[in-house]
């Protein structure tokens, strides 16, 4: 049996691939193919935009796939959130639909958008929107391009941003977030409730959230004096508590934690003073807690 699998090709699919190395599959696809070959024989992976993956996971196409929840929304498929992955193409945050107007717009809140031109890739989404707010305005498909379109084309435009500066690049001016939106690995509900689909899908889950869980951390080991450990475990952060060894036929021992990488900056001059030797810090795959 096996388990058919969408990811996104585009600007998520190097990321993604990442990823899936760090939780320890290997992805090889070849220019121009949409079927790459992965380390795992119960897998069956399909390259394919991240727009259709929702759909075609509705559908019972694919059993599974990664794409985002703007795409479906937009998608209105209804399928399983098997687990939330927040990373995109060029951070670990969340990624935003806003709605952006020129600089020099008389637009200043949504209400004024009232008999207004927006162009997106997300319609339905948009339209949600609106209507939520009570603005009856006129939106269209955006086939790409959609940030040069204001003001020429259309009025204003709701458009997918990770850091908001090619926003601020082609001189638009956010005036509402639609919504925010992180990736899902989804899946398709028949497929939910096959046991074996559920429980690959669930070890799945397990790996890549523990790759990105490790992105963030780091692990620290040190020798310590033993009458400095007392001081050493005032300043050592820790998941829960760190690990301590005694070292043989010695008075020292072996302290070793997980913490924040942010922390360690500041954090290893503290232990060198406080006494710590032999520091090491290390990177990590996974962290499953």
């Known amino acids: 049996m096996k388990l058919r699998l969408g990811l996104p090709k585009g600007s998520l699919q190097e990321a993604t691939f990442q990823l899936f190395k760090q939780a320890g599959f290997e992805l090889t696809v070849r220019s121009r193919s949409y079927f790459p070959t992965i380390n795992d024989p119960e897998l069956e992976v399909v390259l394919m935009r991240a727009q259709e993956i929702p759909r075609y996971v509705n559908d019972g196409v694919l059993d599974a796939g990664l794409s985002g929840l703007d795409w479906i929304m937009e998608n209105e498929a209804d399928v399983v959130e098997v687990a939330d992955l927040i990373y995109a193409k060029n951070t670990s945050n969340p990624i935003r639909l806003v709605i952006a107007v020129a600089n020099d717009s008389d637009i200043k809140t949504v209400a004024d958008l009232k008999g207004k031109r927006i162009a997106t890739e997300l319609v339905r989404v948009t339209e949600k929107y609106l209507k939520s707010n009570g603005v009856d305005a006129y939106v269209e498909y955006s086939y790409g391009a959609t940030e040069v379109k204001v003001p020429h084309l259309v009025d204003a435009i709701a458009d997918i941003t ?97 913490l924040e990488e942010i922390q360690v900056r500041d954090l290893i001059p503290a232990l060198k003073r406080g006494g710590a030797q032999d520091i090491i810090e290390y990177p990590l795959s996974k962290v499953i807690p």
Do not use: Y
């Open 162 to 258: 990770e850091t908001g500066s090619s926003i601020k690049a082609n001189n638009l001016r956010i005036i509402a977030t639609v919504l925010q939106s992180t990736t899902k690995l989804h899946a398709n509900r028949n497929a939910w409730k096959d046991p074996w689909k559920k429980e690959k899908l669930q070890n799945l889950s397990v790996l890549l959230q523990g790759a990105l869980r490790a992105r963030s951390k780091v692990g620290l080991k040190m020798n310590v004096p033993g009458d400095k450990l007392a001081n050493i475990l005032e300043v050592l952060p820790a998941m829960k508590q760190p690990t301590i060894s005694q070292l043989v036929q010695s008075d020292w021992v072996a302290v070793e934690t997980i």
